[in-house]
């Protein structure tokens, strides 16, 4: 199973967002068990796929105020219905990485058994830290067509050439970053197999 735990930055000196956050991360993606508020400015989910997983992590460290960690590992079941209520290795190791993420590269980690995590963990910060460093034109670029657009269709609503939209997507290694998200992602669901006694291709 895979545990996020997000915690905000700096929440002393900045307005409460973990319902905000909660809220939204529930509507966008598929849970085991919700996103929930579980101390102070702290929220914690409960996720069985990996490529969801982390395209939550990517999405959540891109705002730049939160610290992600993501834990994988067995959990003790059943399931509690509130996700605060959970325990088992998953649970701890969330807490290990969001400990971790809060002086981690773009403050991201992820925690588990094995090496496995470790690699994951550097394929994550490398994604989130390249996500974070793009120009703005970059990123009105890539979200186009990571929506669906084509260059052509991104141009067009952009007011550029195409040939100007391949510069800022190749600018912003948009398409060396979705590969590498999406092997990550096929990465933890093989990963977190391994403790849930399931099997994936």
Partial sequence: ???????????????DRVDELATRLNAAYPTVRPFERTAGDELQGVLDDGRAAVELLLDVALDEAWSVGL???????????????????????????????????????????????????????????VNGRR??????????VEQGLSQRQAAVQLGITQQAV????????WSQCRKLADQAGLALDRYTAAFDGRTTP
């Fill in 1 to 15: 199973m895979i545990v996020l735990t997000i915690d905000q930055r700096d929440s002393r000196h900045s307005p």
């Fill in 166 to 173: 391949s510069s800022r997507l190749a600018s912003g290694l």
């Fill in 71 to 129: 834990g994988v590992g067995s959990v003790k079941e059943p399931l509690p219905k509130q996700t605060r209520a959970g325990a088992g290795e998953a649970f701890e190791a969330a807490r290990d990485a969001v400990e971790r993420a809060k002086h981690a590269p773009a403050s991201v980690a992820v925690s588990g058994a094995g090496a496995e995590a470790q690699r994951l963990e550097a394929e994550l910060q490398l994604v989130a830290e």
């Fill in 135 to 144: 120009t703005e034109s970059s990123q009105e670029a890539g979200i186009l």
